[in-house]
């Protein structure tokens, strides 16, 4: 018969080795969303600083996993930003928290502008990719990239935010599960000395 301390060794030795001391796995933003408002750009891009001012009237278009609830036409708040450069050497002013942001159904979505990996204005049309984190209510803050591209009067815009997907093992996980394999081994090795 086994003594109770031997069968507490293999009970431990089996939650270390399960993940069972691990904390909740991290919960990534996921899906895209999309918005369409009007700007203006205060002239095109080049050497000099370009302002990118939105309007008021930014409002939902569409969206997928956890942004598909929410109804078409929510209104969305924009704050600008400025960049000097053009095209892949553009550079963002500096970070933008948050680009933007919207309420809907009591939880929040919002949007932090890191950086610009191309931009361009002229005077018919605008256009910008970039990466960022997104926040939303519930969930941690999730790296994302961006797009924005318009043409025409008063520059109607689409605006698309998505993420990856992709889960990645949380390094406290496979720290405590690489614990449990250590520990397990440690008792077979003591009880094989033992006997």
């Given at each position: 018969?086994?003594t109770?301390k031997?069968?507490?060794?293999?009970?431990?030795c089996?939650?270390?080795?399960?993940?069972?001391?691990?904390?909740?796995?991290?919960?990534?933003?996921?899906g895209?969303?999309?918005?369409f408002?009007?700007?203006?750009?205060s002239?095109?891009?080049g050497p000099?600083?370009?302002?990118?001012?939105?309007?008021?009237?930014?409002?939902?278009?569409?969206?997928?996993g956890?942004?598909?609830?929410?109804?078409?036409?929510?209104?969305?708040?924009?704050?600008?930003?400025?960049?000097?450069?053009?095209?892949?050497t553009?550079?963002?002013?500096?970070?933008?928290a948050?680009?933007?942001?919207?309420?809907?159904?009591?939880?929040?979505?919002?949007?932090?502008?890191?950086?610009?990996?191309?931009?361009?204005?002229?005077?018919?049309?605008?256009?910008?990719?970039g990466?960022g984190?997104?926040?939303?209510?519930?969930?941690?803050?999730?790296?994302?990239?961006?797009?924005?591209?318009?043409?025409?009067?008063?520059?109607?815009?689409?605006?698309?935010?998505?993420?990856?997907?992709?889960?990645?093992?949380?390094?406290?996980?496979?720290?405590?599960?690489?614990?449990?394999v250590?520990?397990?081994?440690?008792?077979?090795?003591?009880?094989?000395?033992?006997?």
């Amino acid at each position: 018969m086994k003594t109770p301390k031997a069968i507490i060794s293999l009970v431990v030795c089996f939650l270390f080795a399960t993940g069972a001391f691990s904390r909740i796995e991290a919960t990534p933003v996921s899906g895209s969303i999309s918005f369409f408002g009007s700007a203006t750009a205060s002239g095109s891009s080049g050497p000099g600083s370009t302002t990118i001012d939105f309007g008021t009237n930014w409002d939902f278009l569409t969206g997928t996993g956890i942004y598909s609830s929410i109804l078409f036409l929510t209104p969305a708040t924009f704050n600008d930003f400025s960049f000097t450069g053009d095209g892949l050497t553009a550079a963002l002013g500096g970070p933008v928290a948050p680009l933007w942001s919207l309420t809907y159904s009591g939880n929040t979505y919002s949007f932090d502008l890191l950086s610009l990996t191309d931009a361009h204005v002229d005077s018919t049309a605008m256009g910008f990719t970039g990466t960022g984190l997104l926040h939303a209510t519930g969930y941690d803050n999730t790296v994302a990239s961006f797009g924005l591209t318009g043409t025409g009067n008063n520059y109607i815009f689409t605006l698309s935010f998505t993420t990856d997907t992709a889960t990645v093992p949380e390094p406290g996980s496979a720290t405590l599960v690489g614990l449990g394999v250590i520990f397990c081994a440690a008792i077979a090795y003591r009880r094989r000395r033992t006997t």
